[in-house]
Antibody, heavy 118, light 112 residues
């Protein structure tokens, strides 16, 4: 059974960096033919895909245009996890953030509510 | 980006009665491999979305056979043959044929 366990702060100040981690059990962040994603959900924007990483013979990433200049998703193979960093946050980045695995898209993290506020 | 339009926005159903939700795509979701990467989810309050249907018509493991998905190209439908009380929540369609991944706006299902 594959599980994704999210961790990270629930409150971030405007202009600072949002950082979340998604720990994987039952699968490997380095497995080929798998992509590891971050998705967020807010009343204003609905469900919004932010980006993904995946390993072929090297690490690859794709990001949504809306956050492309502010986002970084990185693997940590030693801990079998991946992380999200979103820079220069504003209140519009307030949302529930989810990590998820592609394929059947059946595996999601539990969600982390992140509020951007001073 | 692919826009997924779900209708209706909300649905009030008597337990045991059927329900149907439509998801229309702004582009064909047929991938080069011939599959349509259209998914259906149910999101209950405070939980992540839970997968019901993948690749337009394949029922995910453990999902009751009262749920069925159909469609191809740009028009897709989720049908519930008999709605049960625990199936209230918001239903979403999602496409992964084209990057970026996109979601429909959701259909809220409540029980009468």
């Amino acid at each position: 059974q594959v599980l994704l366990q999210q961790s990270g702060p629930g409150l971030v100040k405007p202009s600072q960096t949002l950082s979340l981690t998604c720990a994987i059990s039952g699968d490997s962040v380095s497995r080929k033919n798998a992509a590891w994603n971050w998705i967020r959900q807010s009343p204003a924007r609905g469900l919004e895909w932010l980006g993904r990483i995946y390993y072929t013979s090297k690490w690859n990433s794709d990001y949504a245009v809306s956050v492309n200049s502010r986002i970084s998703i990185n693997p940590d193979t030693s801990k079998n996890q991946f992380s999200l960093q979103l820079n220069s946050v504003t209140p519009e980045d307030t949302a529930v953030y989810y990590c998820a695995r592609d394929g059947a898209w059946d595996v999601w993290g539990q969600g982390t509510t992140v509020t951007v506020s001073s | 980006d692919v826009v997924l339009t779900q209708t209706p926005l909300s649905l009030s159903v008597t337990p045991g009665q059927p329900a149907s939700i439509s998801c229309k795509s702004s582009q064909s979701l047929v991938h080069g491999d011939g599959k349509s990467y259209l998914y259906w989810y149910l999101q209950k309050s405070g939980q992540p979305p839970q997968l019901l249907i993948y690749e337009a018509s394949k029922r995910f493991s453990g999902v009751p056979d009262r749920f069925s998905g159909s469609g191809s190209g740009t028009d897709f439908t989720l049908k519930i043959s008999r709605v049960e009380a625990e199936e209230v929540g918001v239903y979403y369609c999602m496409q992964n044929t084209h990057l970026p991944l996109t979601f429909g706006g959701g259909t809220k299902v409540e029980i009468k």
